[in-house]
T-cell receptor
Framework: GESVGLHLPTLSVQEGDNSIINCAYS??????FIWYKQESGKGPQFIIDIRSNMDKRQGQRVTVLLNKTVKHLSLQIAATQPGDSAVYFCAENISASGGSYIPTFGRGTSLIVHP | DAGVIQSPRHEVTEMGQEVTLRCKPISGHDYLFWYRQTMMRGLELLIY????????DSGMPEDRFSAKMPNASFSTLKIQPSEPRDSAVYFCASSLERRGGQDTGELFFGEGSRLTVL
């Protein structure tokens, strides 16, 4: 079946380093992807999104890259800070009839930032 | 806006008891979602509503689970009878219907209800 998955369950980095979190998807019909951040004890929060007509999108300290050829998505966090420690999910979005997107979440990657 | 509000934040109950989880979505949002999160399965979509109407409940585990949305500002997820394997964090999320290419598909999540069934 089609699924969204992550390569690494845990990523440990030193404060100040750059972090890269990867995600593979298998549904070639997917045209919209979102990265969410989930801090301990909280619900997931939107970080950045990208549509399939783009291969790169930048936000504040974050960049998402999309490679449709190999169905791969990555989230790059520049100058990682302790506050970035969280679980990161990529969500593959499917358009629902009548509007909105219905996301399917990957398993998540735990990012641990050491001071 | 206060965001999506869920209650209770924590619930401990015994097997066989009825559990009711509550959600107040963000005012004006057209979609409401119920997710379940466990270490084993991650985030699973249980059911979602559009304009208070259930659209897809294929993720509901079994007949012990039911969800309602009597109005635009309130939804419940009920488990009756509860079992230990239902222990998880249950999230409610809401979103706006897409209107044009500028809208995002962002879901706004509540802080979750942690359920423990003994």
């Amino acid at each position: 079946g089609e699924s969204v998955g992550l390569h690494l369950p845990t990523l440990s980095v030193q404060e100040g380093d750059n972090s890269i979190i990867n995600c593979a998807y298998s549904n070639s019909a997917s045209d919209y992807f979102i990265w969410y951040k989930q801090e301990s004890g909280k619900g997931p929060q939107f970080i950045i999104d990208i549509r399939s007509n783009m291969d790169k999108r930048q936000g504040q300290r974050v960049t998402v890259l999309l490679n449709k050829t190999v169905k791969h998505l990555s989230l790059q966090i520049a100058a990682t800070q302790p506050g970035d420690s969280a679980v990161y999910f990529c969500a593959e979005n499917i358009s629902a009839s009548g509007g909105s997107y219905i996301p399917t979440f990957g398993r998540g990657t735990s990012l641990i930032v050491h001071p | 806006d206060a965001g999506v509000i869920q209650s209770p934040r924590h619930e401990v109950t015994e097997m066989g008891q009825e559990v009711t989880l509550r959600c107040k979505p963000i005012s004006g949002h057209d979609y409401l979602f119920w997710y379940r999160q466990t270490m084993m399965r991650g985030l699973e979509l249980l059911i979602y509503f559009n304009n208070n109407v259930p659209i897809d409940d294929s993720g509901m585990p079994e007949d012990r689970f039911s969800a309602k949305m009597p109005n635009a500002s309130f939804s419940t997820l009920k488990i009756q009878p509860s079992e230990p394997r239902d222990s998880a964090v249950y999230f409610c999320a809401s979103s706006l219907e897409r209107r044009g290419g500028q809208d995002t598909g962002e879901l706004f999540f509540g802080e979750g209800s942690r359920l423990t069934v003994l």
